[in-house]
Structures are given as C-alpha cells and as structure tokens.
C-alpha cells in the first residue's frame, strides 16, 4: 500500500513539476529556439479577464461550500446524536445522493430553472404574467446551488463517522458539571467534530 502511494505521489509531483517547468517557456519543448521567459505569467496576470473568472470561481466555490455544509452538517447531527425516526431512510437518502451522476442532477435542475427552457421559469410567468424568468439556474449562484448539493452527501457521511466515533460521555460530564446544551454543544460536540468538519469542508472546496 506505502508504495503504491508513493508511486501515485511521485506521479502526481513530476506532472505538476513539467507543468510548472513549462509554464517558464516559449516555444515548443525540443524546438531549439525554445528559450526561458517570464511572458506567458505576464499576459495571464495582466488580462482583466483572468480576474473575472478568479473571482467567479472563488463565487463558486463559496456558494458550493455554503451549501453542502447547511445540508450535510445538520443531516449527520440528527442522524447521530438524536432519536431521530427514520434514519435508515436518510441514510439511504444521502447514499443515492452519492451514486446520481452530477450531470444527471445538473441536467434536471436545468430542465427546471433554465430561464429559456426550465419548466418552472415558464410556468411562474405564465401565471404570474411575468416580464422576465425568475430564476437562473445558469448563475454562480445557481450552479453553486446544484453543486453544494451533489457535495452533501460527501459532508454528511464524513460528519458522521466523526460524530457517531465520538464519546457520549463526555458530553454527559459537561453537563453533570452544570454546562448547559448550547455550551456543551459548542465546547465539547463541535470541538470533538471539529476534524469531520474541517475535513467535509475540505473536500467540498476541492472537489468542483
């Protein structure tokens, strides 16, 4: 196992390290007029555009975040550390969330909230006598919404390991101590799940 992840490390590392090599060139690798140069991060750091989408993906991902943490987070709590009925149908709920192919999900939502086509959209101005489609599922906002989604699952079942590994006991002392719900939630749970949490909102920000 240690060396297939070195190997799959050192991969990793040498691709990354080409790509870096021959972002400090111009001209094709072999070419003998190929020469070291510092032009090709001028022209992308100069180029408006490159902010723009700098600062729609950073939209993106924020939204994406967002998301799947409301969902994921308070899913796994009320999974693990309530009676809850029916968590087997929750369980389910997220682990079909995981197999749905995101194009599937991203297809639907489409159909649904596209300004032009989504059946939502048209139905709200017919009815309503709208000027203009209420929704835009087209958006940072939008696709940040179907992402957080997709990702949910992903929040859910890493907050829950966490959550469902975690001592019920020590809860119990906080409060036999006198710490009340909100102190001992705050103190001693979220301190606890801190790591499922930190590491829910790393995949979530990685993966799209």
Same mark, same amino acid.
């Given at each position: 196992?240690?060396?297939?992840?070195?190997?799959?490390?050192?991969?990793?590392?040498? !691709?990354?390290?080409? /790509?870096?090599?021959?972002?400090?060139?111009?001209?094709? +690798?072999?070419?003998?007029?190929?020469?070291?140069?510092?032009?090709?991060?001028?022209?992308?750091?100069?180029?408006p555009r490159?902010?723009?989408?700098?600062?729609?993906? !950073? =939209?993106?991902?924020?939204?994406?975040?967002?998301?799947?943490?409301?969902? =994921?987070?308070?899913?796994?709590?009320?999974?693990?550390?309530?009676?809850?009925?029916?968590?087997?149908?929750?369980?389910?709920?997220?682990?079909?969330?995981?197999?749905? +192919?995101?194009? /599937?999900?991203?297809?639907?939502?489409?159909?649904?909230?596209? +300004?032009?086509?989504?059946?939502?959209?048209?139905?709200?101005?017919?009815?309503?006598?709208? =000027?203009?489609?209420?929704?835009?599922i087209a958006?940072?906002?939008?696709?940040?919404?179907?992402?957080?989604?997709?990702?949910?699952?992903?929040?859910?079942?890493?907050?829950?390991?966490?959550?469902?590994?975690?001592?019920?006991?020590?809860?119990?002392?906080?409060?036999?101590? =006198?710490?009340g719900r909100?102190?001992?939630?705050?103190?001693?749970?979220?301190?606890?799940?801190?790591?499922?949490?930190?590491?829910?909102?790393?995949?979530?920000?990685?993966?799209?």
């Amino acid at each position: 196992m240690m060396a297939c992840v070195l190997l799959a490390a050192a991969a990793v590392l040498l !691709l990354l390290a080409t /790509a870096i090599w021959l972002s400090f060139r111009a001209g094709n +690798p072999g070419d003998p007029a190929a020469h070291y140069t510092l032009a090709n991060y001028a022209e992308v750091f100069l180029e408006p555009r490159t902010y723009t989408v700098l600062a729609d993906t !950073l =939209g993106f991902a924020c939204v994406t975040l967002a998301v799947a943490l409301a969902i =994921g987070i308070p899913a796994a709590w009320l999974a693990e550390r309530t009676d809850l009925p029916g968590k087997p149908l929750l369980f389910t709920a997220m682990t079909v969330g995981l197999l749905i +192919p995101g194009f /599937a999900v991203a297809m639907g939502w489409l159909f649904l909230l596209q +300004p032009r086509i989504g059946l939502v959209n048209q139905w709200l101005v017919r009815t309503l006598a709208l =000027g203009a489609p209420p929704f835009n599922i087209a958006s940072i906002t939008g696709m940040g919404w179907i992402q957080g989604l997709n990702l949910a699952p992903v929040a859910f079942i890493m907050t829950a390991s966490v959550l469902r590994a975690m001592d019920p006991a020590l809860e119990e002392a906080a409060q036999a101590s =006198g710490a009340g719900r909100l102190v001992t939630t705050g103190r001693i749970t979220f301190a606890l799940a801190w790591p499922g949490i930190l590491a829910a909102r790393t995949s979530s920000a990685v993966l799209p």
